[in-house]
């Protein structure tokens, strides 16, 4: 347990606090003292809030089983107590949901405190899963309190997960596949389930010719998570890939095109190419072409790989969003 001055806690937290606090939801809890309620620091949003003695089972054991939870003792005449709790409120808002502060005021809720014989405050207490199992005391400068919650969640502050893989996506758009695919790693090396970022690796691995890797990660996704648009996605371009795998030279294919308009599998097969060459206005309109010509070519095989092409874009890329005005146009006129 960590420490900076005071008495040290007398209960130890290899023992877990679970047992201790089984009934304590049904006690009922002091009537708060009027002065400490008006000197309570604010809460803050979800992350960070105060708890009474009826409210500890609830907002601290039973959330814990979410993600850790720190408590944090105090009280209103305690000076080092003000210095902490703001430090505290902004090292936890900066783990955007990896733990959340429980702020119990121990003048107007002393019960708990009694239970754990805290002698001195500030005491922060930790608690995963239930049960209290690290903590320290005293008004702790940021570092340290950023670095005991790092321990605790078992990673880094800042953004989320969701926010690193979209930084991941706009690089990779922006071809830069080596940072993207860095990035994509680091996050499954944390969150091995992440399906945005094994996606996204995925894509990566496509991008780079290397598509037994990118069918090795593919095949990694859960049956029930096959519909997830990132996996749908990045299967999409893994199957154009293998398709252009068999083509021959897009000049070549110009080539047939011009000779002979109708000559739609020529036409076909120079979109799919045209699209490899992230050509992707190129791409779409010699479907659309097929698809004016000739509807049910192929069993509507020009609409079905604008389709694949859509999604393998993604639903917002610009080239998404102007391919489907103009099949539209198509179909509805």
């Known amino acids: 347990m960590s420490g900076s001055g005071g008495a040290k806690f007398g209960a130890s937290f290899g023992g877990g606090y679970g047992g201790s606090f089984g009934g304590m939801a049904a006690q009922p809890a002091p009537a708060p003292v009027p002065a400490a309620a008006a000197d309570a620091p604010a809460v803050t949003g979800d992350l960070i809030k105060d708890t009474t003695t009826r409210d500890f089972v609830k907002d601290v054991l039973e959330e814990s089983k979410k993600q850790p939870v720190l408590v944090d003792f105090w009280a209103p005449w305690c000076g080092p107590c003000k210095q902490l709790t703001p430090v505290l409120e902004k ?74 893989v979209a930084a991941a996506d706009a690089a990779f758009a922006e071809g830069d596949v080596a940072g993207a695919a860095q990035v994509y790693a680091q996050v499954l090396d944390a969150e091995p389930d992440n399906l945005a970022a094994l996606a996204g690796l995925a894509r990566c691995a496509v991008a780079t010719g290397d598509l037994e890797q990118a069918k090795g990660l593919l095949a990694e996704v859960p049956a029930n998570k096959q519909g997830d648009p990132a996996v749908a996605a990045a299967r999409a371009a893994l199957e154009l890939a293998e398709k252009t795998a068999d083509l021959g030279p897009i000049t070549d ?43 049910t070519w192929d069993e509507d095989g020009a609409r079905r790989q604008l389709v694949q092409f859509f999604e393998a874009w993604g639903p917002m890329d610009e080239a998404t969003l102007a391919g489907r005005r103009k099949l539209s146009s198509l179909l509805f006129r």
């Open 253 to 295: 294919l110009e080539q047939q095109v011009a000779a002979n308009p109708a000559d739609h599998r020529a036409r076909f097969d120079l979109a799919v190419a045209l699209n490899a060459k992230n050509l992707r206005e190129e791409a779409t309109d010699h479907l659309l072409e097929i698809f004016k010509r000739d509807r």
């Open 91 to 164: 090292v936890v808002q900066s783990f955007k949901g990896k733990v959340k502060l429980v702020k119990m005021n121990i003048e107007a809720y002393p019960q708990i405190a009694e239970q754990l014989q805290i002698q001195s405050i500030p005491a922060v207490i930790a608690f995963d899963k239930g049960q209290g199992i690290d903590g320290f005391m005293g008004a702790l400068p940021e570092g340290q309190v950023k670095a005991f919650i790092e321990k605790l969640t078992g990673g880094k502050a800042g953004a989320d997960m969701a926010e690193i």
